[in-house]
């Protein structure tokens, strides 16, 4: 976040306002249903977005109920009325249920009380109930003003000023039920609370071998269940989508059953608040209960989470989430034209897309039409790519495993490099969907230190039990790279007949499998198929958006700052200075700056200089000496070797003199530990199936024949990284991301999270002078049609 620009890129950042003005025009935003933690982050960007760019923004409290009412409760919002909200669950300015707005009557009330205001654009966060409400009062808008103009309660240039309603809509929901994107606001902090009581849970069972069973929510929709499932390891689990077919009664306690054979000392059961069985009767935790003391006499508990996944501070996922959405929302309404249907900013991948609302809410009421039919085939397909059927695919192999396929090769799982969050889970999920589908699964460990020593031994499903929730690397991992054990390490893998790799881990385990790909002519024993996962908390590895262990350092990188901000709280003017890991890569910076509300981020990508520096002190100042209590800044480690973390505290607490004084605080290694979040466990789980069948494929497609485990593969497209690009999980040749690499650096040469750089710039105040970053300026997103693949592709 750094001080004025000059040349081109000013010129850049003055066209891109001029598009983006909203002189002249009123915004307002409302959240409606039920509450969401993130709601308040949306709203947030909302207010300061369209302060931004010159519009008035209005807070609706109390959802469509105070539109209705309207009063004092439709209220001017100003920058400092947001401020402190970020971290802040629920919704501040409130919602509530509102029957006079489903009537004629409510929405001609509320149309008057937008009139007299000015304002014509809305922004609803909500499910897909508000939003169709919302949609209709957009239809009947033009009817709504020539009856107001009729009763005298408005005149003809109030009808002319006001003649156009526009709508943006955000999705609030923790089920994560509505189709058309792939994550919810508020759905991964709720699984976050989930994750949370399942672990604390899970110690009391195991002390007593019990059985426990828990109930979430998802009166329509299992997401809750199927991923924390997942993410915690359990052993059944039931969700609407998927009823299990007669006689899942005996299949179950069997499974008990055989795992306290195998002296496993608990048993986790997750039931969502919807489930039924093929009969359509419902599947209650009481009936479980019930089913598990009759039959097996095990002792079973049952814990119904109820509503608090709807609280506590919501996660960094839901913060970001909730400030990208709420500033394309805003933009979105700028550009918004006469005949511009309503739209909702959606998430499809890693990317931003706006889709027609309505035919969304069509897809998503579709379902529950499925669902009553019984048509559960069609209702998992109509949820969408990224929602259910990826993790259904898993969850059969992982949870409801039935039986085993059988080939001949032998697979090695490693981690190289530093510890990430999420790996345990990922070799878990590598393990498990590699029995089930036939190989010989080999646990190498230490990395490649330990691989060249012989570390290497076969691993079955049960070694891998209760894995998730752990954090570190159980397999244990090194920094060493292969290459001066190269001959070692190929006698180890003719020893134990591997004939694939996979490499989960940081820079080091991209470096290592470039060495190990670039010495297959003179080592035949590395002509196998080899695919890495990344897996670091700095997530710099080209070729992929996404690594497993960012999210859980950004979790704590957030929860760190929540607490230092909170520590000033009732005490003078304080800025605190933050520094992150991260290596020469700013993103846990910039991204943990987006979630945390930081008015400053200092990164190696973005350079800047003494007048930078001078430009941020000058611009917090002014803004500690309005309402403001506290600052934020935070530094990536390497982002600049002279302007140090010591020099930049000291740098400001001089030129604060007076306004504010300073404290300090390096984060360090607690950045890659504690349990890994909901997301890096589930993500973790997804890629590692996913790169197990690519290995399968690879072999059985090219040795269908084999019997002699004799494996030679020296193509490109044998040595592979998976990654997340944009929309899509994607295979990509190592050889080729090698230009896309900066080597010295170790960080990708072209960097996504770059273009949050400026919605983080923009929501800290800063002003059009420097808020647009040198790779780009805020990122624009295109109106998009959901087409039958985003709603049905699987993993």
């Known amino acids: ?188 902090s709720a699984l976050h609370r989930i994750i949370e009581v399942v672990d604390a849970i899970m110690t009391t069972a195991q002390s007593h071998q019990r059985t426990f069973v828990l109930e979430v929510m998802g009166r329509h929709c299992g997401y809750l269940a199927l991923v924390s499932a997942l993410a915690c390891g359990a052993d059944w689990v039931f969700f609407p989508e998927m009823p299990p077919e007669d006689g899942w009664e005996d299949n179950m306690c069997q499974k008990l059953s055989e795992n306290r054979a195998d002296k496993k000392r608990l048993n986790i059961i997750i039931v969502a608040e919807g489930a039924i069985d093929c009969r359509n009767k419902a599947i209650t935790p009481d009936y479980i209960k019930d089913l598990v003391v009759g039959r097996l006499g095990l002792d079973t508990r049952v814990t119904i989470l109820g509503h608090v996944q709807r609280g506590g501070t919501p996660s960094a996922f839901d913060r970001i989430l909730a400030s990208r959405m709420g500033v394309e929302a805003v933009v979105a309404l700028l550009e918004a034209s006469a005949d511009t249907p309503a739209c909702v900013v959606s998430l499809v991948g890693n990317e931003a897309v706006r889709l027609p609302l309505m035919e969304c809410v069509q897809i998503t009421q579709e379902v529950q039409k499925a669902m009553d039919e019984k048509n559960f085939d069609e209702a998992v397909r109509l949820r969408g790519r990224y929602v259910l059927l990826p993790l259904l695919f898993v969850a059969v192999r992982l949870i409801h495993v039935c039986f085993y396929l059988q080939s001949s090769f032998n697979v090695a799982v490693l981690n190289v490099g530093a510890p990430a969050a999420g790996m345990n889970a990922a070799v878990r999920s590598a393990v498990r969907v ?49 290459g001066k054990h190269l001959d070692k390490i190929a006698e180890q893998m003719r020893i134990h007949n591997i004939n694939a790799l996979l490499v989960i881990g940081g820079f080091e385990a991209y470096m290592g499998l470039l060495e190990l790909s670039s010495a297959r002519d003179k080592y035949s024993e590395f002509c196998v198929p080899m695919v890495m996962i990344p897996a670091t908390v700095s997530n710099n590895i080209p070729g992929s958006d996404l690594s497993i262990g960012s999210d859980t350092a950004l979790n704590a990188i957030t929860d760190t700052c929540d607490r230092i901000k909170q520590s000033a709280s009732g005490t003078k003017r304080r800025v605190f200075i933050i520094e992150t890991m991260g290596g020469y890569c700013g993103y846990l910076a910039t991204v943990g700056g987006l979630a945390a509300g930081a008015d400053a981020v200092y990164i190696f990508e973005e350079p800047f200089d003494i007048r930078d520096l001078q430009t941020n002190v000058e611009h917090l100042t002014h803004k500690m000496k309005t309402s403001i209590q506290r600052g934020l800044v935070l530094r990536n480690e390497n982002c600049n070797e002279n302007f140090t973390t010591d020099f930049i505290y000291q740098l400001y607490s001089e030129e604060g003199r007076g306004v504010f004084d300073c404290r300090k605080n390096i984060l360090g290694h607690m950045q890659q530990g504690g349990a890994p979040s909901p997301f890096d466990r589930n993500f973790g789980t997804k890629v590692a199936a996913k790169a197990i069948q690519w290995i399968t494929r690879m072999l059985k497609e090219g040795f269908p024949s084999c019997r002699c485990r004799i494996v030679f593969a020296n193509s490109e497209e044998s040595v592979c990284l998976l990654g997340m690009r944009r929309r899509a999980m994607v295979f990509q040749p190592l050889a080729q991301l090698q230009g896309e690499t900066d080597f010295v650096h170790r960080i990708p040469k072209d960097q996504w999270w770059l273009k949050l750089r400026p919605v983080m710039k923009i929501l800290a105040k800063y002003k059009i002078d420097y808020d647009v970053s040198e790779s780009g300026q805020l990122e624009h997103v295109t109106q998009v049609r959901p087409k039958e693949s985003d709603f049905s592709a699987c993993i």
């Open 1 to 188: 976040m750094t001080g004025t620009m000059t040349g081109p890129r000013r010129q850049d950042t003055r066209k891109f306002v001029e598009n983006l003005s909203g002189a002249g025009k009123s915004i307002a935003v409302l959240t409606s249903g039920g509450d969401a933690q993130g709601m308040n982050g949306a709203v947030r960007a909302v207010v300061r977005m369209g302060i931004y760019v010159g519009a008035k923004v209005y807070f609706i409290h109390e959802g469509y109920q105070g539109m209705v009412d309207g009063g004092d409760n439709i209220k001017e919002a100003t920058w400092e009325s947001v401020s402190s909200m970020l971290q802040v669950g629920g919704t501040v300015i409130g919602s509530a249920r509102c029957k006079e707005f489903r009537t004629h009557e409510g929405r001609l009330k509320a149309a008057h009380n937008l009139v007299q205001r000015g304002i014509t654009n809305l922004c609803v966060i909500g499910g897909d109930g508000s939003l169709t409400g919302a949609n209709l009062f957009k239809e009947e808008w033009s009817g709504l003003l020539n009856e107001l103009l009729e009763q005298g309660l408005i005149d003809e240039e109030a009808v002319r000023r006001n003649s156009v309603l526009h709508i943006v809509g955000m999705v609030g929901s923790i089920d994560n039920d509505f189709c058309g994107t792939d994550m919810t606001i508020g759905t991964d």
């Open 434 to 482: 590699g029995i089930t589908e036939g190989h010989k699964m080999f646990a190498v460990n230490d990395g490649f230190e330990g691989f060249h020593k012989g570390q290497i031994k076969e691993i079955k499903w049960g070694d891998v039990g209760g894995w998730t929730g752990q954090g570190g690397s159980l397999l244990g991992t090194k920094r060493t790279l292969p």
